[in-house]
């Protein structure tokens, strides 16, 4: 069963324009919580983190946002840009990681 | 630095064969995983060492796949028999700590079983 679930396979959005990546998790234990990026054939690449402590975390043109009463986390990328084009991965830990399944996001010129 | 270095890159096999994958972690990382992607599960965690102990080892899907970390700097993933259900692409990655810190994936190996 998933604890992890990014219910959104795909999302596009025009260079510029804000992108917002959404993840929900089940399992209340979990302390810890990350985004990763992947390009083709490479591995995942480690994006941004957050921990359950906080509701909010900043780097750049990425910010994680956290709700723990709704089990939910999501990524905002401002402003979007094509390279930003790839899948991404949310993923959540307690003693191990889970993660979801990926959401591809194409930024269109 | 280096990062974590799989290989091979991509391997195909017909069925029944002897697989084994092969990871070098980050020097320093106390900690290797190793994940299989697949579309309809996403990243699944199979095992995962500590100091090159197998600590939980509860994701290995049957008997025919096996874990070794014979030193600090060299694991392996082994499926033998293999089937055509264990395609998928197999990540290794390795961290400084468990559940608080980012894991450092290498490329992944493309497995294909025929």
């Known amino acids: 069963d998933q604890q992890v679930k990014q219910n959104s396979p795909s999302l596009s959005v025009q260079e510029g324009r804000i992108s917002i990546l959404n993840c929900d998790y089940t399992?209340?234990?979990?302390?810890?919580f990350l985004w990763y990026k992947k390009y083709p054939a490479e591995g995942p690449t480690f994006l941004i983190s957050?921990?359950?402590?906080?509701d909010k975390n900043e780097d750049g043109r990425f910010t994680v946002f956290l709700n723990k009463s709704a089990k939910h986390l999501s990524l905002h990328i401002v402003p979007s840009q094509p390279g930003d084009s790839a899948v991404y991965f949310c993923a959540a830990s307690a003693n191990q990681f889970y993660f979801g399944t990926g959401t591809s996001l194409t930024v269109i010129p | 630095d280096a990062g974590v270095i799989q290989s091979p890159r991509h391997e195909v096999t017909e069925m029944g064969q002897e697989v084994t994958l092969r990871c070098k972690p980050i020097s320093g990382h106390d900690y290797l995983f190793w994940y299989r992607q697949t579309m309809m599960r996403g990243l699944e965690l199979l095992i995962y060492?500590?100091?090159?102990?197998?600590?939980?080892d509860s994701g290995m899907p049957e008997d025919r796949f096996s874990a070794k970390m014979p030193n600090a700097s060299f694991s392996t993933l082994k499926i033998q028999p293999s089937e055509p259900r264990d395609s998928a692409v197999y990540f290794c990655?390795?961290?400084?700590?468990?559940?608080?810190?980012?894991?450092?994936f290498g490329d992944g190996t493309r497995l294909s079983i025929l």
């Open positions: 060492f500590n100091n090159n102990v197998p600590i939980d």
């Open positions: 399992n209340s234990m979990f302390d810890y």
């Open positions: 990655a390795s961290s400084e700590g468990n559940s608080n810190q980012p894991q450092h």
């Open positions: 957050i921990s359950s402590i906080k």
